[in-house]
């Protein structure tokens, strides 16, 4: 019996090489388009983070800015001074001398300020033993008077007739004793009377809280690359900004402040150059010609505590 023998056929060395190379042009596609891709997700991923950043920065200057003044404006004179809080560690006998402290600087050296008001909630009055005293209850607030170069023992009670603090002389448990007796019934809120100071400090904005000699500062937000006010100035007294200045001489014709912040993301991006300008308060700044991004926000806020 003969046997057939049926030869196999296969691929030939120029099929498989020409495969190969198919294979690896696309494998090739494949990797740029996903490198690219991953470029463009981390980039993307950075100036959300930037956006972020510019925002929350803009929204605390925002809560200061608005409380200048409240609980404190009448305490004051109508001018501007030097101003003696105690920031960065420089301890001063009064540490609320002045309701607003202006440090103006050209972009890009970055402006500070720094604000007085009842901001930070301290309790609730529960008892009034006596025309100078209030007892608080859910006391939260670092309050002292032993440390007299500190804003710690300074108060408002709200409501109250007039816009002014009161000194603090002496604490026994939740029981407050004031300077000047003052109006107030069981139930109304009182605050801590301190100033804040908003400065950048390598690239990050701070704010200092003055209350103690050390000045605790808190970091806000990071990769803040300048920060610039501009305040508007109502000179005739009729309700209306009629300019916009950077370091006005008194208190009572400011109505607003306009508020620059230039944003840049933490990573560069080397497929990016950054030749864009930016105006802060007047000043132009750029282009930077290096590979990060940038976001310049501006808004404008009104002191309303200073116009009652």
């Known amino acids: 019996m003969s046997k057939k ?5 296969g691929f030939t060395l120029v099929e498989l090489m020409v495969v190969l190379v198919i294979l690896g042009i696309v494998s090739i596609g494949a990797i740029t388009s996903i490198t690219g891709q991953n470029k463009v997700y981390h980039s993307e991923e ?42 960065n560690g420089d301890v001063a006998p009064n540490p609320l001398n002045s309701l607003l402290i202006i440090s103006d600087n050209d972009s890009p050296t970055p402006d500070s300020l720094t604000l007085t008001g009842a901001i930070r909630y301290a309790g609730t009055v529960t008892a009034i033993p006596a025309a100078n005293q209030i007892t608080l209850g859910n006391l939260r607030a670092n309050l002292d008077t032993n440390d007299t170069a500190a804003a710690k023992s300074f108060i408002f009670v709200s409501p109250r007739e ?4 009161q000194t603090i002389t002496s604490i026994s448990g939740s029981t407050l004793t004031l300077q000047n007796p003052l109006t107030t019934t069981v139930g109304d809120g009182v605050y801590q009377v301190q100033a804040f100071t908003l400065r950048l400090t390598n690239n990050s904005l701070r704010i200092d809280d003055n209350v103690d000699t050390s000045s605790t500062s808190l970091e806000v937000a990071d990769n803040i690359q300048d920060l610039q006010f501009q305040y508007g100035i109502d000179s005739d007294n009729d309700g209306v900004v009629n300019s916009w200045v950077d370091n006005p001489a008194t208190i009572r ?7 620059f912040i230039l944003a840049r993301t933490g990573k560069t991006d ?5 030749r864009k300008t930016y105006s802060l308060a007047g000043v132009t700044v750029g282009p930077f010609n290096d590979n990060f991004h940038r976001q310049l926000l501006e808004s404008t806020f009104y002191i309303r505590n200073l116009n009652l």
């Open 270 to 274: 080397r497929e990016y150059t950054d």
């Open 46 to 87: 950075d100036i959300i983070d930037m956006q972020m950043n510019a925002r929350v920065a803009m929204q605390r200057i925002c809560n200061i800015i608005r409380m200048a003044g409240y609980g404190c404006k009448d305490s004051f004179g109508p001018n501007l001074t030097s101003g003696n809080l105690a920031t």
């Open 5 to 9: 023998i049926t030869q196999a056929k």
């Open 162 to 165: 007039s816009n002014v603090y």
């Open 253 to 259: 014709q400011i109505k607003a402040v306009k508020v």
